[in-house]
């Protein structure tokens, strides 16, 4: 099982908690103080809502989740063998879960992941990672 993440910026996660579970017919998968995440079915999509995180209604960060470890270190290999920056973190507790996951950013620095979700925790998401500010192995927590 492989989707696109989309984490958006919110100013009001209650407000937008509402919206989304209008828009995508479902309610969200976790919520947590300023942190919801969506496992919307139809269209395959992880909506992750995080509150005053950044401007409200930007992208925080876009991502693939996949549903093994073995899928993110083949993902880390393959795009290290295209010639990308990729920034592997393994075993990172963010976003009320532990992850492995790869970091790339887009031309104009959009951040991507490549992520799977190893079990659930009680940390909060800590802010935008992208691959300029933590390079392979200098990251102590991700997104």
């Given at each position: 099982?492989?989707?696109?993440?989309?984490?958006?910026?919110?100013?009001?996660?209650?407000?937008?908690?509402?919206?989304?579970?209008?828009?995508?017919?479902?309610?969200?998968?976790?919520?947590?103080?300023?942190?919801?995440?969506?496992?919307?079915?139809?269209?395959?999509?992880?909506?992750?809502?995080?509150?005053?995180?950044g401007t409200p209604g930007t992208l925080n960060h876009l991502g693939v989740e996949v549903a093994s470890?073995?899928?993110?270190?083949?993902?880390?290999?393959?795009?290290?063998?295209?010639?990308?920056?990729?920034?592997?973190?393994?075993?990172?507790?963010?976003?009320?879960?532990?992850?492995?996951k790869v970091w790339v950013d887009d031309p104009d620095g959009a951040p991507w992941e490549i992520y799977?979700?190893?079990?659930?925790?009680?940390?909060?998401?800590?802010?935008?990672?992208?691959?300029?500010?933590?390079?392979?192995?200098?990251?102590?927590?991700?997104?």
């Open positions: 099982m492989s989707r696109v993440q989309l984490a958006l910026n919110v100013s009001d996660l209650d407000a937008a908690v509402a919206f989304y579970s209008k828009l995508f017919d479902t309610e969200p998968a976790k919520r947590r103080p300023g942190y919801a995440n969506f496992a919307i079915a139809d269209p395959p999509l992880k909506l992750v809502l995080i509150e005053s995180a470890p073995d899928e993110v270190e083949a993902s880390t290999q393959r795009l290290v063998e295209a010639g990308l920056a990729a920034a592997p973190e393994t075993a990172i507790e963010c976003c009320y879960a532990e992850q492995d799977t979700v190893l079990a659930n925790s009680e940390v909060p998401p800590s802010g935008l990672r992208t691959v300029s500010l933590c390079g392979p192995g200098t990251c102590g927590s991700g997104v």
